[in-house]
């Protein structure tokens, strides 16, 4: 562990920007869903109400799971519990490969070696880091939730299951970053186990599961059920879960070399494989890509059996005024139970193409684009075949989730693979906002297009509290999305579609012609 403590204040150095700003908004999240839960629910019984409507919708079991509690603090924990371990396990992931795998991969690892760090000391640092500020942000809530009136033992328990949520992640991704050479792969790998997980806990609310949300850290962040009874012991099992997954890695990091894995890339042939820079991309990006694919179909496929016989389960007055309200006269719960869900999975879709589209910039950090463009290819073409590639798999990832979903639910194919290749332009924007920013902020590419995607995820959260309306709320392209399977919501919805995919274009476009202008920027 020698010289854990530097590498500390280094990770601390280079993420001066990221880490305050996403505790900032995360510790500043639940006192405003706290007040704007109780602005819009006065008394118990419009909380009742709330609460026996929540009930009744299998979208929101699936999201969020059951209310425990109809209190303006069971109401919080109720709304912020799933979505800010899935933030904040995101953002651990991405950290925590960042500061290990991504370092050994550029090779700084090694010159650090050079000196007096021990080999388990970038491990522990980025570990450290992770989890102390998923800590903080979790404990800075806690006053202004008491504050707004809540108690202090619950509130206490809210923002360590919070934290708890991200440390679990960050567990999963310091394994992940043992088993493969390459960062992208390793944090697929990580991605595709948190959306596992979350499809466990889901389909075990929706579907009546109850013992199953044991088996998934999503379930635990929710079953310490604060505010409504403050079950602490459960918090035992998520710090059981990172203690036994931070020793695996540990223990897996002494098994390989370093810039190795315990699944070395293969080597592949000299020539007669790779037809130019659209035939590497393909070489580098067909791995993840796989990965990715396999993950949603087989969420896809859980979700479809999820939804089977979802009409017949829950005919109930309270659930056909829910759909007829949502979606029309003639709309279906099944329908309005896929459209809900449908919608966070594209942006975890969001998140597999961003993987992709920064691919390019990892070539240009590593200092492998360098050593491409010395020979006769040019940087639009070198580019080109990163972005088809970012184009291309968010399309193939929301084909494969609809077609398993369509094949698992009703065998109506054509109609669930129409509405998920719906969110496909509000994917590419984010594809079109990360290609932007490798043309014009390199260095700062990868950052800020994760804290898009992040701020999207905010914006989507706090439209449901009306805390986002009007300019705010447009700022996400998922809003702009049609429902197609409850009848578009719009009179034409190919128009807002085309709009997406123009702008995703125009900031394609503009990066690319920004790269030309630029210079080549290994990392710094």
Known sequence: MTGTWTLVRLILRRDRVLLPVWIAITAFLPSSIASATAGLYSDQAARDAFAAVSASNPAQLAMRGAIYDASVGGLTAWTLGSSLALIGGLISILLVIRHTRAEEET????????????????LAAALAVVLAANLLLGLLSV????????PAGSSLLFGLSTAAGGWSFAAVAAVAAQLTASSGTARGLAVGAGGLLFAVRALADAGGIGWAAWLSPFGWVRLTRPYAGDHWWVLGLSVAFVAALAAAAFALS???????????ARPGPAGGTLTGPFGLAARLHRGTLA????????????????ARGL???VDTPQFRELAATIGGADARISDVFFTFVMYVLSQLVAGAALVS???????????????????PVGRLRWALGHLVFAIVSPALLLAVLGAAAGLTYDGDVARVVGATLAYLPAVWIVVGIATLLFGLLPRLAAAVSWTALGLFLVVDLLAEFKLATGAVLDLSPFVHVPALLLGGGASSPVLPLLGLTLVAAVLAVAGLASLRRRDLMPSA
């Open 107 to 122: 090779g700084r690892r090694e010159l650090l070696a050079s000196g007096v760090i021990g080999r388990h000391a970038p």
């Open 143 to 150: 006053p202004a939730l008491v504050a707004g009136g809540l």
């Open 254 to 264: 002494t098994r390989r070399d370093v810039a190795g894995a315990l699944t070395p």
């Open 291 to 306: 990965g990715f694919a396999i993950g949603f179909g087989f969420v896809g496929a859980l979700l479809g059996v999820a």
């Open 311 to 313: 009409d017949a389960q």
């Open 357 to 375: 589209a920064l691919r390019a910039r990892g070539e240009e950090g590593a200092g492998r684009a360098e050593l491409l463009l010395s020979a």
